[in-house]
């Protein structure tokens, strides 16, 4: 039952990271898992075998959610951007009760308390977050990726930068990604290599693998370096950790609409429309609640 609950979290962490101005991390701080999730990244190399069952259903969520809603968010923002955007988030501030339920336990765990030093980190990455929503990103489709050695080498590193800020909640990888130009070639990327796959073009897979490859050895280097600095942090700095997560989490609403209106403008939205985004808003609360409750997670201020 377990595994079924975690693969279904982990589908909806790897939908929320296909779409730029969703963050990921918020996602799983929403379900409850992030705690499990960084604990089992961070103790891979001590813990090989319990961290590796740990993130198997997690992972096989996330791909099926990356795969197989690589062509629906798309589809669906063009159809129904308001509504799509309500549910998202919907499933963002049923998560908000779970962080601040962790930043009271992080406050009371610590020795040392600083009011000043939480508000001033809550402020800062709150100003941070924003000034990144509305940072341009026009020129995300201009940059074609072709299996050339100075793109691997690119694509690389675009992974270990997209994969560290997906692990941060708040933190879009993929509007990263768009902000940097490379958001569209890596999910065409995918769509090829599906399509390749389905049709048994041996040749187009492998042309698409040159490419997917190097940015997926990049987003799992990038996800254990940062996780273990998050780790580091949530150990040490608990509520002034929680405190930023906080303020990421609080921007992504804004970051969701303003991204999604941008790229699938919202003008003339139908009052049927808003009246059915207003319903799936509410519906995603309640689930959000209820996958936490269910997942039963234990105290989101890490232990290792």
């Not at 909806?12 to 960084?38: H, R, W």
């Not at 813990?47 to 740990?54: A, E, G, P, R």
């Not at 694509?155 to 708040?170: D, H, K």
Request: hydrophobic share 55%; charged share 10%.
């Amino acid at each position: 039952m377990n595994f079924l609950v975690d693969l279904i979290k982990g589908v909806f962490v790897g939908i929320a990271n296909v779409i730029p101005g969703v963050s990921g991390g918020t996602m799983a701080v929403s379900f409850g898992i992030y705690d499990k999730l960084l604990n089992a990244i961070s103790s891979l190399l001590k813990s090989f075998k319990k961290s590796f069952l740990t993130l198997l259903p997690i992972i096989l969520g996330m791909v099926i959610g990356i795969v197989g809603f690589t062509y629906i968010i798309p589809w669906l923002l063009a159809n129904f951007p308001f509504a799509t955007s309500c549910a998202f988030t919907g499933l963002i501030i049923g998560g908000i009760p779970a962080i601040l339920r962790s930043l009271k336990d992080g406050w009371q765990s610590e020795e040392k308390k600083s009011l000043l030093v939480n508000i001033l980190v809550f402020l800062i990455l709150l100003a941070v977050a924003m000034a990144m929503v509305f940072l341009n990103g026009d020129s995300e489709s201009g940059i074609a990726l072709t299996a050339s050695a100075g793109m691997i080498v690119k694509i690389f590193f675009m992974g270990i930068i997209a994969s560290a800020t997906m692990v941060i909640p708040g933190v879009s990888g993929s509007l990263v990604l768009m902000i940097l130009g490379y958001y569209f070639g890596v999910i065409n990327s995918v769509k090829q290599f599906v399509e390749a796959l389905r049709t048994l073009n041996l040749q187009g897979m492998l042309n698409q693998l040159f490419i997917l490859i190097p940015f997926a050895i990049g987003c799992v280097l990038g996800i254990f370096f940062i996780s273990k600095l998050i780790s580091y942090l949530l150990k040490h700095f608990a509520s002034a950790t929680f405190s930023g997560i906080f303020a990421l989490v609080a921007s992504s609403p804004i970051s969701i609409f303003y991204k999604v209106n941008q790229e699938y403008s919202m003008n003339g939205t139908s009052v049927v429309s808003i009246i059915v985004g207003v319903v799936l808003l509410v519906a995603c609360v309640a689930l959000t609640l209820f996958m936490e409750k269910l997942g039963a997670p234990e105290s989101t201020v890490s232990k290792s």
